[in-house]
């Protein structure tokens, strides 16, 4: 089994997540692991921007100069792309006549600019895997994508062997709610392809109201936020959720 580890956004607590990732490897028979990411970089000292209710060790926000020297030393991926945050900006107006807008209230209004952020990451590091492939001719082949953050603290305690190479696999943390939990995500190849171009297809998503229908017959609402909008990406595609199965916690 051959597997592509395919990481974005911002690499606070980067040995931590790093160590996690690793510890999950160890437990994994029989499979290959391939890793690709985009990572925000700063400049020396600035400090990354986060949600408003997190509660973040401050110094895990601070840039080093050597976190990208690290992390390439770490992973060694196959394909990487950096950007500096700093000189990246979204224009949120842009989005502020759509459905998705008018639903989104209180601190997630207040996070949209980091959930831009977040979704351009994920946009970035699908394109990389996807421009790998077909740089490949396809020669490659992965039976799962695994999507997950450079920080994150808990890994499943799942056996991909094992798993269903058809299904898709996520924490059931939001449960009974069916919004997707993003921090780590298992998935075969295609259907990541197809799902996480969330940015690039942001306007497809947020004032469609035949999607806002599906969302809302799951008793979901569609709002600018990470979860809520790959849920809604996913049922773009899917229509459904029936092809997703949950692994027990899971947090960072």
């Not at 040995?15 to 690793?22: A, D, E």
């Not at 224009?91 to 601190?107: C, H, P, Q, R, V």
């Not at 979704?119 to 970035?124: A, C, D, E, G, V």
């Not at 993003?182 to 197809?194: G, Q, R, T, V």
Request: proline share 3%.
């Amino acid at each position: 089994m051959r597997v592509a580890v395919v990481l974005y956004g911002q690499p606070r607590d980067y040995v931590k997540g790093y160590n996690t990732i690793m510890s999950f490897i160890k437990t994994q028979e029989g499979c290959e692991f391939d890793f690709f990411y985009h990572v925000w970089k700063l400049n020396e000292n600035e400090e990354y921007k986060h949600s408003p209710w997190r509660n973040i060790d401050k110094n895990t926000l601070v840039y080093n100069e050597k976190t990208i020297t690290n992390l390439q030393e770490m992973y060694n991926p196959v394909s990487c792309e950096i950007e500096n945050q700093n000189q990246l900006t979204f224009d949120e107006s842009l989005y502020k006549n759509t459905i998705a807008f008018n639903n989104t209230t209180g601190k997630m209004l207040l996070n949209i600019n980091n959930t831009l952020f977040q979704l351009y990451s994920r946009n970035k590091a699908r394109n990389l895997l996807d421009s790998y492939l077909n740089k490949m001719n396809n020669s490659v082949h992965y039976d799962f994508v695994i999507t997950t953050r450079f920080d994150i603290s808990v890994m499943p305690k799942l056996k991909l062997l094992y798993l269903d190479t058809s299904k898709t696999y996520h924490s059931n943390l939001h449960c009974p709610r069916k919004i997707i939990h993003d921090h780590c995500i298992i998935m075969p190849k295609k259907i990541f392809i197809e799902w996480f171009d969330i940015y690039e297809r942001l306007h497809d998503i947020l004032n469609n109201e035949d999607l806002i229908s599906i969302v809302h017959s799951l008793n979901e609402k569609l709002v600018i936020n990470p979860e809520e909008l790959m849920f809604a990406k996913y049922l773009l595609h899917y229509k459904n959720v029936d092809n997703i199965q949950y692994f027990n916690g899971g947090y960072c």
